[in-house]
DNA sequence: CATCAGGGCCCTG
DNA sequence: CAGGGCCCTGAT
């Protein structure tokens, strides 16, 4: 069988694409344990089945790879669990194309605790919310299982851009295009995946030409983000350590940003483990199932429960039972959840 | 073939 | 604070 994919695609067309692109072999250049507070469930801590698929991460049970851009360097890393369940651990697996320093390992390892809620202790999630009769199942499912997401804040900001008013298909496509477009291919452990793009091509791009991956008004979004955010450094560490409320105001003083993506920002990128202010239709429809068992329950009456039953935790809390849900999906389709998010 | 809604947000009135 | 418009696509 022949391989075809994107990237081997364009080398061979040449001219047609603006850029032939060979990918780069990264090599494994360093290796570290970072100690988690137990429980942890390693695989649905890393890998979540309702985020939409994406060609720069890699997952197929056994194996969890995926790219990290950082200090400007096109990095990809492998994560294994390691350690028992009395002291679990996370193992990452470092991999450039050139050696790491020792700052750069450091940093690596903080980016990847956090972006992987590794340091969170949910002893008082689960005291808060283990009681709950509907939560119960999912938490015994899943325990230890932590919000993650292995995006910084722009390239988070780029899937919940190519998200809005849209179907997932379509999100795929546009983010696909992106990483054709300003994105880089390396090959790592023989997989080919996508890296994330410096965001000052996509800033010297501008409008139009992301117009012309038919982005849509899209680009009008992504391309003043960019700009916003290169005026702004430093503002992803800055809002780590913000409250939640300065938080939610800053995120919407970028453009393109509202109360959806705030939402899921919050909670992915910045670990607010309550931020649930907000349910957009498809999650109410969602939520109307899984706590009241009917179709359509109005966003306040939802709201006001998840308040009640989970306070503080109440996204972390959301959390488990979404992606229970769609793991049990994944292995045998929920009927009426497919109607739902059908590709 | 035409029409329309899809995992929002901005802007106007 | 409600609602029209926005780009494009696949479903109908």
Redesign the pocket.
């Known amino acids: 069988m022949p391989e075809v994919d994107g990237a081997s695609l364009a080398a061979r067309r040449g001219s047609s694409s603006r850029r032939a692109r060979r990918p780069v072999e990264l090599e494994l250049r360093g290796e570290l344990d970072i100690p988690v507070p137990p429980p942890l469930h390693f695989t649905g801590t890393v890998f979540k089945p309702?985020?939409?698929p994406t060609s720069d991460l890699a997952f197929d049970g056994a194996l969890y790879l995926r790219t990290l851009r950082l200090g400007g360097r096109q990095l990809a890393y492998r994560l294994r669990s390691c350690g028992g369940s009395a002291r679990p651990k996370v193992h990452v697996e470092l991999y450039g194309a050139r050696p790491l320093s020792a700052a750069l390992v450091d940093a690596a390892r903080a980016e990847l605790t956090f972006r992987f809620d590794l340091g969170a202790d949910l002893r008082d999630f689960e005291r808060t919310c283990g009681r709950d009769r509907l939560l119960a199942p999912a938490l015994e499912r899943w325990r230890g299982m932590r919000v993650s997401t292995g995006l910084s804040l722009h390239e988070f900001l780029a899937v919940?851009t190519v998200?809005?008013?849209?179907?997932?298909?379509?999100?795929v496509?546009m983010m696909e295009a992106l990483f054709r477009r300003f994105g880089s291919t390396v090959l790592v452990e023989g997989r080919r995946l996508s890296g994330f793009w410096d965001p000052r091509k996509l800033e010297a791009a501008g409008e139009q030409e992301l117009?012309d991956l038919?982005?849509?008004?899209?680009a009008?979004?992504l391309a003043r983000q960019v700009q916003q955010l290169a005026r702004a450094p430093g503002l992803e560490q800055e809002l780590r350590l913000s409250s939640t409320d300065e938080l939610r105001g800053r995120l919407?003083e970028?453009?393109?940003?509202?109360?959806?993506?705030?939402g899921?920002i919050a909670f992915e990128v910045f670990k607010r483990h309550g931020a649930l202010e907000?349910v957009?239709?498809?999650?109410q429809q969602i939520f109307s199932r899984l706590l009241f068992g009917r179709a359509l329950a109005s966003p306040r009456e939802i709201l006001a429960a998840a308040d009640r039953r989970w306070g503080r935790w109440k996204m972390l809390a959301a959390h488990y039972l979404f992606e229970d849900l769609f793991w049990r999906h994944r292995e045998r389709p929920v009927a009426w959840l497919a109607k739902?998010?059908r590709l």
Do not use: C, D, M
């Open positions: 309702s985020h939409f919940t998200l809005q008013n849209t179907t997932v298909r379509r999100s496509q117009r038919k982005l849509g008004y899209r009008r979004i919407l970028l453009y393109g940003v509202g109360p959806a993506s705030v899921y907000h957009s239709p498809w999650e739902r998010i």
